[in-house]
């Protein structure tokens, strides 16, 4: 099938073009879905030696490395970057890849303006870098950036962060703006919404997402900045502000991104659990249900991050049971595939591990998740390092690993070689073991009353912050390893057959290419009766 | 084009969220009124009760904070008041300052539990008014208020908070602007 | 699953670096010292154990699926893809199961939120980065400071059981009453929390906030400021010392005392005749004894104050002997022994009797000075 494309448009394939401007130019959905997980695996490595520092001053109890000051700083940028330049640029890299190949799209519907999106971004963490080396040091207010923490006592370079926000929101805009519109026009014959891909779906929903709570987000940055430099008194007492305000719309905006971090790894999970059990998705239409009610709930539990601000008792009831009822759809995507296993033919290539791994440790989130939404227990919760254990193993366990899952899952085709299946499993044993050692026993230190954000702790905290260093330590390492298997794989992997799984070519228009899929795929769309699955 | 179309109607819907984002404020301050979340409190507000309402005895609590860097002494006359619902009562409030310079300052008024802020209507008040005091110079302002005789019955007790905040350097800001 | 995982992570560490697993209150959470407190840990329990039946359910169930369905030669997998009647019934499942939690969190949650007035009220002000104090009835308060030494957080003393969980001045409530804790802060946002009341709450800048206690037995309970509030976030601890009523009520007329001596030697403005009035008092009861009643005492052992130097012209060593006594002679520090309107009064008063004003500089001396020259020493 794709040898037939192949042969039939070769007349009008121009290779890419060569050198710097290759990549500064590039409209092509493949070279910038690649600058995109390039980027972002470089803002891993980037965050994960802050978390390195953070890990090394917490080693002991006592002034370890670091400044309180600095370990501030660390802990901001973190958070930041690994928000907003690691998990969301990845995955925008992933839905640049892999978005047009599973719809039969040729390319994405605005090449220009995906261009600009992703070019912006390096832009936008320039800025924020630089701000290390500014008089009075980076961001220090935590990535949730509270007033008036972040607007009157902040370092003079919070207008710089403020700066930097702003683009990066405007990146994520554009790259939503784009997904939509291809989702919307340039899928091939016959694909109907409810025939897309998963990862289509979760891609569709959470771009609406970030169009809808982005600009809310700058809206927040504005009136800071507004407040620091214009004299306005949005989230200022003195003039009739109120900080608190702060908190609400900033959560109004955060709560949904939580989700934009989640839902298309729930996308990639689903393909990849599907493929290597050999059988077809359990609850296909369940599942878009299901991702579209965690995206509109995601609008109404955001007070559930401000139980102790002192919110009316029946402010604090609503959030409580709106947040429990995400458990609701969240369980269901779980036994949904468990469900998919259930019966199956499987196999444990790395992908599927982390696939696995993504579902185990997903769930242990999850639950800690139900008990951080009950909102009397969650004034004992509430700024501990139980919540840092909680929204960690959502996030690396969760996020990361599926983004790792999905690395492993589609390198074949992207490179047309096959990664070393030894060492990807040595990676993933060592992330599996460290990831636990490091965030399991924050559950105990949280429990314990160990509070989050600070440099130094008491003693009764001191053996399991070793170990959660310890761990931290081998979890960093274990991603180098990464990087080495994605080099070993590009210059001296195998080369990998059209399908690369076995049974895959059934699953997706993407497993019907030559591997390395060509520059440009599907001049002409392709036929929804190639795929069986969908028959 | 569908293309076009569909991408001029997600910018637009960008935009409507950015607009959506400061329309959060005013429409927070709806919010609070109506729950009372935050102990939002506005100005004065003009209220008398019918005598013939029965009414409850309310202990009511004062206190009053400086917000950092302000230095003048604010303090209300007593700490605390046994009041009947559906009344007028006084409460004086003195300021001074302690400094050798003038300087401005505004107090902002909170009422705990947040709940109860509905109910707790003053009617004369120096909320979010500028005081300006010259050096040394002390002021005694009444705050006058009624207990609304609807409270909640497990509210037996309320407390109207005063931060005083030093706004000189922004009223001066303000003044070079205009 | 999670104990399995829980009790090799123990192991791998005890192996690894020696450490100590001890106490179960390392692990988990503390009932606390309140009916509250202890109410919200029942519900913590609870909830945690009904999550655990469901993480241990999900894990097992998973395993036995990898274990049972890896690829195998000649087996086919299964290609269904559906059972509605399945989904329906696991959605209602975990809508009961929520149910379930839903009921007691609903009812803890209102006792929490009671807004019956207190005993006592007392103002809680964050500050970067101490708490303050203020009992609002008593009008006496207090800052709050860490008190764990540069040394130790530097690690070059060694650290003890309370380190950064320690402050110069504990807050001190009494038990058996209903406590009332308004709120509130100085400049960023701050958070009280100690988690032996299950107090946690924020303290915001131009807002109060309450919350409330209600202790049975006397202790000291510690907690830690909870919202990130610039770079000493991490060093404000909070310490509640509970104590009887009646232990609390001399510890307020102490506070109170204090207070007016305060006020005496800071505001007060002392004229000589009243400094004179009760600088002879004290002259007749403390001094007398040695410098006779006339001030001329009985030399060598117990020196003449009649136109003496040091009582005459220097008013500054004069200060210093009586706080600090005479090396090798009979002369005491009254330091401890009088209050610094006494000491001011009695130096006042040597310095204007028996001709000495005459003769000298009659310069008098205010408890301000006596005060000066404490908090200089200190």
Known sequence: MSAVIDSHHDDHHHGPAKGFSRWLYTTNHKDIGSMYLWFSLIMLFIGGAMAMVIRAELFEPGSQIVSPEFYNQMVTNHGLIMVFGVIMPAFVGFANWMIPMQIGAPDMALPRLNNLSFWILPVAFGILLSTFFMEGGAPNFGWTFYAPLSTEYAPPTVTFFIFSVHIMGASSIMGSINIITTILNMRAPGMTLMKMPLFVWSWFITAYLLIAVMPVLAGAVTMMLMDIHAGTSFFKAAGGGDPVLFQHIFWFFGHPEVYIMILPAFGIVSHIIETFSRKPIFGYSSMVYAIASIALLSFVVWAHHMFTVGMPIAGELFFMYSTMLIAIPTGVKVFNWLSTMFKGSLTFETPMLFAIAFVALFTIGGLSGIMLAIAPADFQYHDTYFVVAHFHYVLVPGALFSLLAAAYYWIPKWTGKMYDETLGKVHFWMSFISVNLTFFPMHFVGLAGMPRRIPDYAMQFADWNMMVSVGAFLFGISQLLFLFIVLKCIYNGKAATTEVWEGAKDRGFEWTVDSPAPYHTFSSPPSMESLKSSS | MEARKSTLKLILFTFGMFGFGFALVPLYDVFCDITGLNGKVTGPTITTYDQEISSREVKITFVTSNNKQMPWSFKSSSPQMKVETGQDYLMDFTFTNTTDKPMIGQAVPSVSPGRGARYFHKTECFCFEQQFLAAGESITIPVKFIIDPELPDDISSLALGYTLFDVTEEFANLQAKN | ?378
């Open chain 3, 1 to 378: 699953m999670l104990r399995a995982i829980k009790y090799s992570l123990s192991l791998v560490a005890a192996l690894t670096a020696n450490l100590s697993f001890g106490a179960w209150d390392d692990l988990n959470m503390s009932p606390g010292a309140t009916q509250l407190s202890q109410e919200i840990f029942g519900l913590h329990m609870t909830v945690f154990y009904v999550c655990l039946a469901i993480g241990i359910a999900v894990l097992l169930a998973m395993a036995f699926i990898l274990f049972k369905y890896r690829k195998k030669e000649g087996v086919k997998p299964a290609d269904f893809d559906d059972s509605t009647a399945l989904e329906i019934t696991w959605t209602v499942l975990f809508a009961l199961i929520l149910i379930v939690l839903a009921v007691p969190a609903t009812s803890v949650m209102i006792k929490a939120y009671d807004d019956q007035e207190g005993d006592i009220n007392i103002l809680i002000t964050g500050h970067q980065w101490k708490w303050q104090y203020e009992y609002i009835e008593d009008e006496v308060g207090f800052f709050s400071n860490l008190s764990t030494s540069l040394d130790k957080r530097n690690n070059l003393a060694p650290k003890d059981e309370n380190y950064l969980l320690e402050v110069d001045e504990p807050l001190v409530i009494p038990t058996n009453t209903r406590v009332r804790f308004l709120i509130t802060a100085n400049d960023v946002i701050h958070s009280w929390w100690v988690p032996d009341f299950a107090i946690k709450q924020d303290a915001i800048p131009g807002f109060v906030n309450t919350g409330w206690t209600y202790v049975n037995e006397p202790g000291v309970f510690r907690g830690q400021c909870t919202e990130l509030c610039g770079q000493y976030h991490g060093y404000m601890p909070i310490v509640v010392k509970a104590v009887s009523p009646e232990e609390y009520s001399t510890f307020i007329n102490e506070k109170k005392e204090a207070k007016i001596q305060q006020a005496l030697l800071t505001e007060k403005l002392w004229s000589t005749s009243e400094l004179m009035e009760i600088g002879e008092a004290t002259y007749q009861k403390n001094c007398v004894a040695c410098h006779q009643v006339g001030g001329r005492g009985i030399p060598p052992v117990f020196p003449s104050l009649v136109g003496s130097e040091i009582v005459m012209r220097n008013k500054a060593r004069h200060i210093e002997i009586l706080m600090e006594g005479v090396q090798g002679a009979a002369m005491a520090s009254y330091a401890e022994q009088l209050t610094e309107v006494e000491i001011a009064a009695v130096i006042t008063y040597t310095r204007q009797a028996w001709g000495n004003a005459e003769t000298g500089d009659g310069k008098i001396v205010i408890p301000k000075e006596i005060l000066d020259y404490k908090n200089n020493k200190l």
